[in-house]
């Protein structure tokens, strides 16, 4: 139902699950299988998966804490992009790597739950994308001594705001892992 009706396909995002984004993240290991799972259920049907890395200060290209996690293995021929801001669109080559796949519907995971995974699904939404968050495929960090609810909590209401999430010609949806369907 996408605007980009030209664009057929979906393509699985895997934004920023990086050692030093998901170190401390609530549940990291659990979230970490499930994005593993997602990513070998897309290779098997043949649905791109797009790796997204963010670089700053504090994830600096080349070192550990940048580095993707040990469990998540990115094929060579899958692309990479490299982002310096939330949104996943920002600045980056991802909406030139979407339309070279014909891609409209981007099944989103990752890292993190309040700043990178909420700016990339608007920021997806809004440039014409069908986008479905895996419910149980992103994470964030404990904020609250910053004024943030826990984690449980941010998680849970991106998962409840994003299922009725509206627009002309453009679908939102959450749906978990093992209920993801790339096709039909």
């Not at 992103?138 to 449980?152: C, L, M």
Request: hydrophobic share 40%; charged share 25%.
């Amino acid at each position: 139902m996408t605007v980009l009706s030209d664009r057929p396909n979906t393509a699985l995002l895997v934004v920023d699950v990086q050692n030093g984004v998901v170190a401390d993240a609530y549940e990291r290991d659990a979230v970490v299988a499930t994005i593993a799972e997602l990513v070998d259920k897309a290779r098997e049907q043949g649905v791109p998966v797009v790796w997204v890395q963010h670089n700053s200060e504090e994830l600096v290209r080349g070192s550990d804490d940048w580095a993707y996690v040990p469990e998540l293995s990115r094929l060579d021929s899958a692309p990479l992009v490299h982002k310096m801001f939330g949104d996943s669109f920002e600045d980056t080559d991802l909406e030139e790597v979407l339309a070279k796949a014909g891609v409209g519907r981007l099944v989103v995971s990752g890292a993190e739950t309040d700043a990178c995974i909420r700016s990339t699904i608007h920021g997806a939404f809004a440039r014409g994308y069908d986008v479905t968050l895996v419910g149980d495929a992103h994470t964030t960090f404990d904020k609250s001594q910053w004024g943030a609810p826990p984690p449980e909590q941010v998680i849970a209401h991106t998962n409840l705001y994003w299922r009725f999430q509206t627009a002309p010609h453009r679908t939102a949806g959450v749906e978990n892992a093992a209920d993801v369907k790339f096709s039909g």
